[in-house]
């Protein structure tokens, strides 16, 4: 069981910013760390899909700038190599207007063949050097790193270090349901994506979902609750989707996806009064399914990872309201039924929509499931088991996504 706590502290880490263009940033930094003038340019190869999740989204602290060039001009120039995905937290104005004077020396070119996580970032000086980092797999992880046509040093994917996931549903329910886990560690998961939600809630940004929603005159009462629940949820992701200049504790690479695994719980906690200790193991739940679930999946995919981690929720939420595993089954098959295939167009502030809808799918999803009612058949991609569900929607993923994503980026580059 040790495992699962090291691969919980694996996958989900603090990121500021949503993690396509913080990972551009974070290459970007890293090549400049070799170098010792000021760059004079960028010129960025990009996969498809961090092409389409970097483009449009806001960036933390930069009052709704947003753009791949911007993130890789703050990488560049001001980035902290060593702070991870933080690697562009608590910038000045200063820093991001030379940062936006800068971006018109960075060119992108979009290329094939690659992982769906690939990023390679070239820095030329004005001294005449030259510096390449590539990033590729995971959102931190350099393949390559070169000086002046010298390789400096190179890895392969299989050198990172990444806790492979060889647990299953059952062994995730028997270790939260045991007392078991780092509750510090998700105490901090509560505190930093809380904080996300208070910010979405306090200032107007993007859609101002989570905020339209805490202003409607209806009564608290879990589905008289539901307002509050996606209030809380929908305002963390309309902070982080518009640059709010705080962390998230992200869950598989995605900030959002680690939003919506604790939120929604955090929010159903609090409005049903359940007391800390279900809180934690709620929280512990919902981020250990999804991970369990994205581990089935390609790092970045067509579809929407807000589906995964609802799924996380419901299965939470059934047991927060007393549900034993059988339930959390049915919760899962309920959710998955509902909101698998949900397209992702790229991060954005419209990503708040989505997450509304299965933050929603999640709580009917749990309410069903305690009735004792979820598809006990094969129908479509639902499997008699979870299990079954979940490697269905998986390999519909794989052999999908490659087509979706090439549809998905002639309409957004057209």
């Known amino acids: 069981m040790d495992q699962i706590d090291k691969v919980l502290k694996n996958k989900v880490i603090e990121a500021s910013g949503c993690t396509e263009p913080i990972a551009v940033a974070y290459a970007c930094a890293n090549a400049a760390k070799l170098i010792k003038s000021r760059p004079t340019s960028v010129e960025l190869e990009l996969s498809a899909n ?16 947003y753009g791949i060039k911007l993130a890789a001009a703050m990488g560049a120039l001001y980035g902290n190599a060593d702070k991870g995905l933080n690697v562009i937290a608590g910038f000045t104005t200063e820093q991001i207007e030379e940062s936006e004077k800068f971006s018109k020396n960075v060119c992108i070119k979009a290329v094939s063949g690659v992982p769906p996580l690939y990023i390679k970032a070239k820095i030329k000086t004005e001294d005449g050097d030259e510096s390449v980092v590539e990033v590729s797999h995971y959102h931190t992880f350099i393949t390559r790193k070169e000086l002046n046509g010298t390789v400096l040093d190179s890895a392969t994917a299989t050198e990172q270090k990444q806790v492979e996931v060889n647990f299953g549903i059952k062994d995730i329910f028997e270790y ?16 930093v994506n809380g904080c996300m939600s208070d910010e979405g809630l306090t200032k107007d940004y993007g859609l101002r979902l989570g905020k339209a929603i805490e202003e409607h005159d209806k009564a608290y009462e879990l589905l008289g609750k539901l307002d509050y629940i996606l209030e809380r949820t929908t305002a963390a992701v309309d902070a982080r989707m518009a640059g709010a200049d705080l962390p998230v504790m992200s869950n598989s690479g995605s900030g959002n996806q680690g939003l919506i695994a604790t939120v929604p719980v955090m929010a159903a906690a609090e409005a049903l009064n359940v007391g800390k200790e279900l809180e934690r193991k709620c929280v ?131």
């Open 176 to 191: 939260v349901d045991g007392g078991k886990g780092d509750m510090e560690f998700v105490d901090k998961i509560i505190d």
């Open 50 to 65: 961090v092409i389409k999740n970097a483009m449009i989204v806001c960036l933390p602290g930069t009052h709704g700038k």
């Open 284 to 414: 512990l739940l919902s981020s250990l399914i999804a991970i369990y679930i994205k581990s089935k999946h390609d790092v970045l995919s067509a579809y929407c990872g807000a589906a995964i981690a609802g799924t996380g929720v419901a299965a939470a939420l059934t047991y927060m309201m007393g549900g034993n595993e059988s339930h959390m089954r049915m919760a899962i098959q309920n959710s998955l039924g509902n909101t698998f295939g949900v397209l992702c167009d790229g991060a954005k502030e419209t990503c708040s929509l989505k997450v509304a809808n299965c933050t929603f799918s999640a709580v009917y999803s749990a309410f069903l499931a305690l009735k004792g009612n979820s598809p006990k058949m094969k129908e479509g991609v639902i499997c008699p088991e979870a299990e079954g569900t979940i490697e269905n929607i998986a390999s519909l993923g794989k052999k999908t996504s490659v087509f979706l994503d090439k549809a998905l980026m002639e309409i957004m580059l057209g």
